[in-house]
């Protein structure tokens, strides 16, 4: 029962609310009713598993993913713009021409 016992423990209070409101208690007064039977067999159960001595579940390991090593950072180069803050091709690249004198960019 100890891996079903939260779910156990709502199941009861759903089952304690909805006889309490069979017997004429108002839904929150119920809901109230449940919540305490509830939190007193929560309470009780930890106490006696503080005084047994019962340790705490452990939690599976997980493998750790395999990673890679991390390169070492290196920031990022600043583009290069001209003096209207255009893109400028990388310097020495020939595949661009260079900017005609002629066009001019929208204002």
Same mark, same amino acid.
């Given at each position: ?55 705490? /579940?452990?939690? #599976? !390991? ?6 890679? =090593? %991390? +390169?070492?950072?290196? @920031? $990022? ?9 255009? /893109?400028?091709? #990388? !310097? ?6 260079? =900017? %005609? +004198?002629?066009?001019? @960019? $929208?204002?």
């Amino acid at each position: 029962m100890a891996e079903h016992f939260y779910p156990f423990l709502g199941i009861l209070f759903v089952v304690i609310t909805f006889f309490a409101m069979s017997f004429g208690m108002r839904w929150d007064e119920s809901g109230v009713i449940g919540l305490w039977v509830v939190g007193i067999i929560f309470f009780v159960r930890q106490v006696v598993r503080f005084i047994k001595g019962e340790p705490a /579940p452990k939690k #599976p !390991e997980r493998k750790p993913l395999a990673s890679l =090593p %991390s +390169p070492k950072y290196t @920031p $990022p180069a600043l583009p290069r713009v001209s003096k209207d803050f255009r /893109p400028m091709p #990388p !310097e020495g690249d020939k595949r661009y021409p260079p =900017p %005609s +004198p002629f066009i001019k @960019p $929208p204002k």
